[in-house]
């Protein structure tokens, strides 16, 4: 059985021009001091220190980009390089911009279960790394020391197969670049994914990566001499997104009776996103390793919901917007602020000829491109068989990010995923700052020498927008 929706526009990932995993952050000037350089101490201290209270924090949220060789612009390995941005890293912790993470509980949404691998600190992390820099970032004992972690990215257990281009590509220029890969797996017959990871072959430059398959083998076509193309609004062609991974990612395993399927004779459609920032780069070679089950109990699909261009004749799709003019459209109006697009989808008793299964929300993300500002998806759960009742909010990004979007994965058993039945309708609410107050629109605008806002349309340019819905959805196997 197939999931695929009629959306044909794909997720995309960040052209943001950022620096590694802290955007817009640097070393020098006032705003990347923390203390007096790099001198340390041994002395006792009555507060929290690096070795005891800080180190294990960076550890666990930051190390995996702030290392050598990684995007990330400076290390944070070593208490000198701690000390000598101990200001920026408070301020990034306390304004929550770093670790990079999107979905947060508001007045609005409360997801009924918390999110796996979930980045963020805690309120007392934060405050602990805030009394550590105004303590004068002391060192403390180094014998307080937590062992080191493993920084190079544990291969995924059981893989039985591993994937790579068929040339290296060399990244270069100001500009991020976009490229789509096409790799040929040889697959014989049908089979069931449950587990991936992503080998970044040059970790300095790349910045995200999607993983597609190509059921058709379309891809084929649009490859040149290397096996790849230019690619930006996702893999073009028809095929389904099946993976994801930015720095730091570890290796993503579902349980052995779950897989997505992958039609024999599919090709499989890699998108990475390059990071070039001014320089030509050593060749990359990303790598994408995968294991399989046999007869998955449950499939997972990827399903993309949103960019409708207007009113369906059911009620669904775009829904009437505060500033339409003579009828109901997408239009992000020039210097409008705090703008809204709703859309909604019902979803249909009836698939393929046969009937809608019962569907497992497995987790939930956004995607909206430079002029998004907040995006929330719930679900208005009608059916009467539902265990739920009313609304239920499965995931706000209310300071959307272009460069740090994924998919949030519930901490929750099956049976204890939310539902979507027959009947059950989804509503995505996505919001646009088109002004000059939005600094990814000033950043939108250089790159395509304008001055000033313009109207904002559907689509998929950098300049356009989108409002998808990105939800991982599990259905049993018949």
């Known amino acids: 059985m197939s999931l695929r929706t009629t959306v044909t526009l794909l997720l995309a990932t960040s052209t943001l021009a950022l620096a590694g995993c802290e955007q817009g952050s640097s070393t020098s000037g006032a705003g990347g001091q923390g203390g007096q350089g790099g001198s340390t101490t041994t002395e006792p201290s009555s507060g929290p220190t690096f070795h005891k209270d800080i180190e294990p924090i960076l550890q666990k949220s930051c190390q995996s980009c702030h290392s050598p060789g990684n995007i990330a612009p400076f290390a944070l390995m070593q208490y000198d390089e701690a ?58 004992n180094p014998a307080d020391a937590p062992p080191p972690i493993d920084l190079k990215g544990a291969d995924l257990p059981g893989k039985t197969l591993e994937v790579e281009p068929v040339k290296p590509f060399v990244s270069s220029g100001d500009q991020d670049q976009f490229r789509c890969f096409v790799m040929d797996p040889g697959f014989t017959k049908d089979m069931f994914m449950n587990g991936w990871h992503f080998v970044a072959g040059n970790s300095k430059v790349v910045h995200h990566a999607l993983l597609f398959v190509d059921p058709n083998a379309e891809s084929d ?97 775009l829904q009437p917007g505060p500033n339409d003019k003579a009828k109901i459209e997408f239009r992000i109006p020039s210097n409008a602020s705090n703008h809204t697009e709703t859309m909604l989808f019902t979803l249909p008793s009836t698939i393929n000829g046969g009937p809608m299964p019962e569907l497992f929300v497995y987790g939930a993300g956004t995607h ?111």
């Not at 941005?85 to 949404?109: D, H, Y």
């Not at 058993?413 to 646009?432: E, H, Q, S, W």
């Open 83 to 140: 000390k000598l941005v101990s200001t920026l890293i408070k301020e990034q912790v306390q304004a929550r911009t770093m670790p990079p993470w999107g979905a947060f509980e508001t007045n609005e949404c409360k997801p009924k279960h918390g999110f796996r691998d979930d980045l963020r600190l805690s309120q007392s992390d934060i405050d602990l790394i805030a009394a550590w820099h105004d303590a004068g970032s002391p060192e403390g």
């Open 221 to 317: 076509a649009l490859a040149d001499e290397t096996g790849s193309y230019e690619c930006f609004g996702g893999s073009g062609v028809n095929g389904d997104l099946i993976g994801a991974w930015a720095p730091g990612g570890v290796p993503f395993e579902l349980a052995p009776n779950i897989g997505t399927r992958l039609p024999a004779g599919s090709r499989l459609v890699m998108q990475i996103h390059y990071h070039p920032a001014g320089t030509t780069h050593d060749p990359d070679s990303t790598r994408v390793q995968m294991r399989f089950t046999e007869s998955p109990e449950y499939q997972m699909a990827f399903v993309l919901l949103g960019n409708f261009p207007g009113l369906q004749p059911n009620g669904d799709g």
């Open 368 to 478: 909206m491109h430079y002029v998004g500002r907040d995006m929330l998806v719930e679900v208005e759960h009608n059916n009467l068989q539902s265990p739920e009742k009313g609304k239920e909010c499965l995931v706000q990004t209310p300071d959307w990010n272009f460069a740090w979007q994924r998919a949030y994965a519930y901490d929750a058993a099956i049976n204890d995923l939310p539902r979507f039945l027959p009947g059950d309708v989804l509503k995505m609410r996505c919001t646009y700052d088109n002004t000059m107050n939005n600094p990814y629109v000033q950043k939108a605008l250089k790159d395509q020498n304008l001055q000033s806002p313009v109207d904002v349309y559907l689509g998929e340019s950098t300049l356009d927008e989108m409002c998808l819905a990105v939800l991982p959805l599990l259905y049993k196997s018949q």
